[in-house]
């Protein structure tokens, strides 16, 4: 009782200590909007020339040329179009790019949402010359685009001409079947009578901002921003300039650049693709996914952290943006060039990002256990499509059928437990026999597990197995934008704490005292042996797992309902396997050691028990030249003492030195103990 009361004090202590704490800063300098045009040019210049030196300020051609100067426009105009179900987009006339994304509450995601696109809208463009600076004198910003709208409102177009016969038309429209895709087409034509030179385009992959959670010191909100990308070609041999030669772990040719890795400039380091796939901006559960209708080369994708401030005076949203630029080249007298993309803004929906092809289900992230994550997801969606659209129930049956495949495994696990557990006096004292000598022990245990057709490890295999599921579980449930919204009893959002009060600003949570009083009441159930035979580091071992639920306590408490309701019903399952497993191994002769291997274990135990010799005796039977194995022979014992003692008569130590004769006597005076013990020994087993 004294343990558990000591537990819940350091437990109070951790969640005080953890609630203490500020939410980290991790960006002591963030660009803010009206600097964000600017963000990318000077760090650019500098990461092309690291990869290119041969590339200098004398070799770059900047054209001399001005189209038009910087405009003052009218008040921004926005247009709400290409609306379905699932979302609509509003686009802006200074750009022809989208400032918003309103996702709307329909099948499988369970709450509305709005992608702002603050900064640069997402999708406009605007042009940069090889080192990557942006050229504003080949068209201002703002730009005032006239549109022109289908009668369906499916469609729209965007069209700008410069003074210089430079001409922009940017058209958007969306197909009646498709959920929150939607295709874009930007159409440059010169039509002057000179050559234009407009190098490279920039398109703006827009910006996401973290989605405002409950305080979790475990799980911080900014590692769910990033700019990410799938390269479908070789790397490109000048540094570590693409996924395949960054030994990121989620894979060669993609690569998702968080916003605490973009250093204290707020910037990454500009990554070059050899053959660009698709690019992407995302928080936790929603993704800005540009997708080229044919795989680019020579792509720059460049990042950088943006603050929105809140209505409330110094509460600043961390959020991140992006930008992917491509070549366009010389472009000649009455010469056009079109570049059409399919853009994905919505959800992380694994199932629907899977439908599109091309790779975009990696926008998930699943991480190394994808091949655990990816039919997890799978199962989830379609139970949730049997249980009447509840992702609650849908987790209970999930965990339940992961329980249902492994328990053949788990029941063998109990049956070598409960074998092993009887066999725990006879290994205690090999390893006795054997101290000191830790490849014979190996040895001597391996062979005795053989004898008695033990396998050791089984108990293993049901922890090594679970570990990967329940870490592929963890990556599927934090990123799964489905739960997002999503009630569950009396949850209000599987993707958040399952929180039914708040007190002081802390969050009060149910289900995580669940989850550890059903982990409590499994380990009673499956106690650890503390038989007289276990080393005191065995001791201490028992003594931290029984604490190893509370500690589960601090890690999940603040993580999201869907975690802890899986990891909850997984110890609900485990308890009644256990209960029937106990109650079939009382009538399962398989599980139970059979008469014969008790009366080995009992020959076992004596001869063991007739080899064991202590430390003491050990030393005394080397010191009289004896074995140390078997029985001792009274009559050997006799005369290796009397010619051991002859070298120690009178008539020899006078011939030795005062050194030399101090030593012998303390050499005689040992063998004489030693003949002493082993003679009581002898005398007492007589």
Known sequence: MKNYILGFIFLFLAFYLIMQQEPPREFESVPKFEDFNESFSSDQTLSFKSANPSITDENVSVPSENFDSIINLSEESLEEVLGNEHSSLVFSNHTGGIREIKINEHDRLSKEFSMKQEGDPFLSISFEDVNGNAQKNKIPDPRGFKAQISSDRNKITYRWNSKQNLSI????????????????????????????????????????????????????????????????????????????????????????????????????????????????????????LVRPNKDMADVRIYGSTLQRNDSTEGAEILGVTGAMSFPVGLLSPGESKSYEFAIYSGPKDYMGLKSLGGEQKKVMQFGIFWWISEPLSWALNYLRDLLFGSYGFGIIVLTILVKLLLWPLTAQATRSQKKMQALQGPMAKLREKHKGNSQKVNQEMMKFYKE???????????????????????????????????????????????NISTIQGFSLNLLPIFMVATQWYQMRLNPMQMGPEMSEAQRLNAKMMRFMPFMFLVFLYFFSSALVLYWTIQNLMTILQTLITKTKLENDPKSKISPNDEIKLENDEKLLEANTISEEERKNRNLLGLKIKGSINRKVLEENYKTRMRNYEESKLETMSASKRRTSLQKKERLQKAYDYLKALLNKES
């Open 169 to 288: 038309e940017r058209v958007f429209w969306r197909k009646s079947n498709e959920s929150y895709v939607f295709h874009h087409q930007t159409k440059i034509s010169n039509l002057g009578k000179q050559p234009l030179n407009l190098e490279r385009m920039r398109l703006h992959l827009g910006s996401a901002f973290q989605i405002p959670r409950m305080y979790n010191p475990f799980d911080n909100a900014s590692t769910y921003l990033n700019v990410g990308y799938f390269n479908a070609g070789p790397a490109i041999p000048e540094g570590c300039s693409c996924a395949y030669c960054s030994g990121r772990i989620d894979g060669e040719a993609d690569e998702f650049i968080q916003v605490n890795e973009m250093g204290a400039s707020g910037k990454m380091v500009t990554r070059y693709l050899s053959q660009a796939r698709w690019a992407c901006v995302n928080n936790q559960f929603f993704v800005n």
């Open 452 to 498: 008695h057709k033990v396998n050791p490890f089984a108990g293993c295999w049901p922890i090594l197995i679970q570990i990967p599921i329940f870490l592929g579980m963890f990556w599927m449930l934090r990123s799964a934008s489905e739960l997002y919204g999503q009630g569950f009893l009396w949850a209000h959002d599987l993707s958040e704490q399952d």
